[in-house]
């Protein structure tokens, strides 16, 4: 059965940091191009980072670069978003999503949430 579960949302203050974790099973995780996308309500989901299968260059949203990194351990079939400095603006659900071939995989979210 493929999974890829979020854990490491929570509530911060404006500034603060949080680190989300995406722990993959059930499908060939190094092969897989990852990536992070947010869904704020009212809003479409958007992606915010990605990362090749081969751990190229990250592609990172104007709005979070520079503030947010992306990586992967495939020893370990984890995916990581280091955000830093975070603003109002990134309050939403996190989503990490695998995707290769046919293959398109999404975990089902954790919540981020950026408060005075």
């Known amino acids: 059965e493929v999974q890829l579960v979020e854990s490491g949302g929570g509530l911060v203050q404006p500034g603060g940091s949080l680190r989300l974790s995406c722990a993959a099973s059930?499908?060939?995780?190094?092969?897989?191009?990852m990536s992070w996308h947010r869904q704020a309500p009212g809003k479409e989901r958007e992606l915010v980072a990605s990362?090749?299968?081969?751990?190229?260059?990250?592609n990172y949203a104007d709005s979070v670069n520079g503030r947010f990194t992306i990586s992967r351990d495939d020893a370990k079939k984890m995916l990581y978003l280091q955000m830093n400095n975070l603003n109002l603006n990134d309050t939403a659900m996190y989503y990490c999503?695998?995707?290769w071939g046919f293959g398109d995989y999404w975990g089902q979210g954790t919540q981020v949430t950026v408060s005075p």
């Open positions: 059930g499908f060939p995780f190094s092969a897989y191009y």
């Open positions: 999503r695998g995707r």
């Open positions: 990362i090749t299968n081969d751990g190229g260059t990250p």
